[in-house]
């Protein structure tokens, strides 16, 4: 099996299946996993990771993830965090941090926790201590009163979005911590959006602002 460097990263019909057994000789390169090679790579990974090893992937990502932090806050074991992780490795965002519970459900990111760099912060002032030590801007994204509309803020390129759960939204906490707080523009009668659409579009508003998109897939 050779790669086809004409098909897209999704590969839309092989996805559901994957790719089989590697054709002809199989390549020694420490990077690709003998188990893959022998039996197939049925994984959700882009064409251009097919028959790597789990560490191979994760290297590669690493040199090129971008300065966008993504934080959570889950006091309430929200369902949400699961689609956030797997848009989060989409943009090859550096950290996905879960504040409050540790445990998550983890059926949305399908798989992509794997390749994604996870911490866990008890409250919302260990994330904020962390962050600020790291020399992040925190950005919290919310709907509230005096937050400053993301379609024309001007976000961070070291940077720490911030997103509350179903329910409460993002605690005083968060907000007392961030720089501002950022809403997304609604129009119809709906309160708020799904947390991990919001975190998706906040993500890409980033994204437009600072990634370089030559380097996309
Ligand atoms: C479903 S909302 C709940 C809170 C919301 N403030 C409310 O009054 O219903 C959960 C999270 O999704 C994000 N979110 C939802 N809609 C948003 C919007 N229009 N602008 C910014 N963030 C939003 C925020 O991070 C929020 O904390």
Not at 28 to 44: A, C, I, M, Q
Not at 111 to 135: I, P
């Amino acid at each position: 099996m050779t790669l086809d460097s004409n098909k897209g990263p999704t590969e839309w019909f092989e996805a559901r299946v994957g790719v089989g057994p590697w054709e002809g000789e199989r390549p020694t390169d420490s990077k690709y996993d003998p188990e893959l090679l022998e039996n197939g790579d049925k994984r959700n990974v882009v064409d251009a990771y097919r028959y790597w090893t789990r560490e191979a992937i994760v290297a590669d990502i690493d040199q090129r993830r971008h300065p966008l932090h993504i934080a959570i806050e889950n006091f309430e074991h929200d369902a949400n965090i699961g689609t956030v992780v797997r848009t989060a490795n989409a943009f090859a965002v550096d950290t996905v941090h879960i504040v409050g519970k540790k445990r998550w459900n983890r059926r949305g990111a399908m798989v992509t926790d794997r390749y994604q760099h996870l911490m866990h912060h008890e409250t919302v002032a260990d994330l904020l201590e962390w962050a600020v030590a790291q020399g992040l801007k925190i950005v919290a994204i919310d709907n509230t009163p005096g937050s400053v509309p993301l379609e024309t803020a001007d976000l961070p390129r070291e940077c720490l979005l911030l997103f509350g759960q179903e329910g409460p939204g993002v605690t005083q906490a968060a907000r007392d911590g961030a720089l501002m707080t950022c809403s997304i523009a609604q129009f119809g009668s709906t309160r708020s959006i799904n947390a991990g659409v919001a975190a998706g579009i906040a993500m890409h508003a980033w994204i437009r602002q600072h990634a370089d998109l030559s380097h996309a897939w």
